[in-house]
């Protein structure tokens, strides 16, 4: 075999590099990296300071083997034909061990894994490969522990997830308990309201069959007079007390049934035109706002992400509310608006919703009331309007399942402004017919 | 015209309701005989000519007033069974429940009831349905089993 020359051509797309051979094994021996140069048949010709330290051997242990001394076991019968494959390919330099992990061999037997580029050196017709291998246990180690973390962490984000999921799902469905306790317990009792109905209607029209023989002239005056005093005084009046009672509590009924069936319905999950909506709803409140002398201002609202029947329920509740709580000592306005894109109640920044907003001059509610507001079966001002005190708390439900919130700002003998949130129409999702999930039922 | 042969069959647990009912049909001018049942198995019992009713008259037309809420079987129950049986498949059912729940109501009609009818809170509707109740069997066809 040709000695191995006093110059080394390198290639490269820089000019060739000349440099005298003291001068090459000073640079191959500054290397912390191994640098083995082999020959064709794979015999070993260089072998640098850098290879003693990461192998083990010393130059003159290993300068005329094979390569495949340095690979582990496993790897070597393979070898000879993947070093062919490169010195025949077009590649002049390969990146070993991109794809898997490569492994070295020590002297002691025992492997490490490497990273190991090899390079072609043509000179004068011979092909020279060299390798520089360099040893990734650190490397590797540190790969690892950060995939180890970033496993760990996924772990947890999982958990943590599913935990929150599962929250949400109990919440859901103490939600769906409640409501169908609510719900069922409104039904059983109308069971027997229906009794309680009867029965005294029909009382009262015994009442009243028993005032017309009452009238026969042939009971004695006297006994007539007791009678009719026992059956008005007594009876009639006892059976209206009744019935009142009876009313009242059948609409307390009703009006809990509402709220249950508030929680219960399908919503659909559409583009809704809120404009038209509001303009439905003050057209409606016609009667109410004229006998009262009020104006009902509506600005510009910007299209929802909801159910079209639920949005109006809504803003028929608020603008009938701030029409019956209206001051009579000051001319109503009752205005209805949007700020979009603007804070929520904690001042936080909304971006997915827009506010809605019914502002009155009217009554006011009293701090001290403001956080009973939304409980079923609160009223402030009975003497008002009727009602059982429903109203807001259906509305909240309703804008809990549409995704939006509700919150309230007033001054005691001022008036009072209902915000109220609800998602926007955004252009990344197609209008669809989807429906807003129930809460999750069990059976 | 109106057919006095039919007997009306009321199905009903609570007796507050199956006497208001009976009253308010005697008021409504029925004049019909009203046989009055506490629980689905006893409506089954007498459609079927079972039990208690193995010597009823086989051939009378019946009317079924049938609340869905009973103990044993309800409403729902009784109607099922009644639908499923060619003899008794064409029997006029009346549903009468306090529940307006639109989906009940969409159920029974499926299943097959012909009327609907809710006991309302208020009286007076009540009264009032059980008024158009006693017009509904002057127009209504009695199945020809006779």
Redesign the interface.
């Known amino acids: 075999m040709e000695p191995h020359s006093q110059e080394y051509s390198v290639a490269s797309p820089l000019p060739s590099l000349r440099v005298s051979p003291e001068r090459l094994a000073e640079i191959l021996d500054i290397a912390e990296d191994a640098i083995i140069t082999v020959t064709l048949s794979r015999e070993i010709i260089l072998f640098n300071r850098g290879a003693t330290k990461i192998f083990g051997y010393t130059p003159a242990e290993v300068l005329g083997r094979t390569l495949e001394d340095l690979l582990p076991v496993a790897f070597r019968a393979a070898h000879p034909s993947q070093v062919d494959g490169f010195a025949r390919g077009p590649d002049v330099s390969r990146v070993m061990g991109d794809r898997r992990v490569v492994f070295g061999r020590r002297k002691d037997g025992s492997e490490f894994p490497a990273e190991i580029t090899i390079s072609r050196l043509e000179r004068g017709g011979e092909t020279l490969l060299t390798a520089i291998v360099r040893d990734a246990t650190a490397r590797k180690q540190y790969e690892d522990a950060i995939l180890r973390m970033n496993q760990e962490l996924e772990e947890r984000v999982k958990l943590r997830t599913a935990e929150l999921a599962d929250r949400n799902l109990q919440l859901a469905q103490k939600n769906e308990e409640n409501e169908m306790f609510v719900y069922s317990v409104s ?1 059983d009792l ?6 309680l ?3 005294s ?2 009382l009262r029209l015994g009442s009243r069959d028993l005032d017309k023989l009452l009238q026969d002239d042939q009971i004695p005056t006297e006994i007539r007079k007791k009678a009719t005093e026992l059956l008005q005084g007594s009876m009639v009046e006892s059976i209206d007390f009744i019935r009142t009672a009876v ?1 009242r509590l ?1 609409r307390i ?2 009006a809990l049934l509402r709220l249950s069936r508030s929680g219960r319905v399908v919503y659909r999950s559409q583009e809704v035109d809120v404009n038209a909506i509001v303009k439905r709803v003050v057209e409606a409140l016609r009667a109410t706002s004229s006998e009262k002398q009020a104006e009902v201002i509506v600005g510009a609202l910007p299209p929802a992400r909801g159910d079209a029947t639920a949005v109006e329920q809504v803003f028929a509740n608020l603008i009938g509310n701030a029409l019956n709580y209206l001051d009579p000592a000051r001319p109503g306005r009752v205005e209805v608006g949007c700020r979009q894109g603007c804070s929520g109640p904690d001042g936080e920044i909304e971006l997915e919703r827009n506010t809605y907003y019914v502002k009155d001059n009217g009554l006011g509610i009293p701090a001290a009331h403001q956080d009973k507001l939304f409980r079923a079966l609160q009223r402030l001002h009975p003497e008002k309007a009727p009602g059982e005190g429903i109203g807001l708390a259906i509305v909240r439900r309703i804008l809990e399942r549409l995704g939006g919130k509700i919150w309230v700002e007033s001054v005691a003998g001022q008036g009072t402004v209902f915000f109220f949130s609800l998602p926007i129409v955004s252009n990344d999702r197609p209008e669809s017919s989807e429906e807003i999930p129930l809460p999750q039922r069990s059976s | 015209m109106k057919d006095e042969s039919i007997v009306i069959l009321l199905a009903e647990d ?1 007796d ?2 199956a006497e ?1 009912i009976q ?1 308010n049909l005697k008021r409504a001018g029925v004049a019909n005989e009203i046989v009055r049942v506490c629980d689905g198995q006893e409506a089954l019992d007498f459609m079927q000519q079972k039990g208690a009713y193995t010597d009823r008259a086989p051939q009378t037309p019946v009317l079924l007033l049938l609340d869905i ?1 009973m103990p044993k079987v309800d409403g729902i129950g009784v109607l099922q069974a009644l639908k499923a049986d060619p003899k008794s498949v064409k029997v006029p059912v009346i549903m009468l429940t ?2 307006d729940d639109p989906r009940e109501v969409e159920r029974c009609y499926q299943l097959g009831c012909n009327v609907y009818i809710t ?6 509707e ?2 009032d349905a059980l008024t158009r109740l006693g017009m509904f069997l002057e127009i209504i066809k009695f199945p020809a089993n006779k």
């Open positions: 039904h109308r069971s027997p309201l229906v009794n109905e009867g029965f209607d029909e009313s059948s009924i009703d | 609570d507050g309701h208001l009253r809420n306090t529940t006991k309302p809170v208020q009286y007076q009540f009264v």
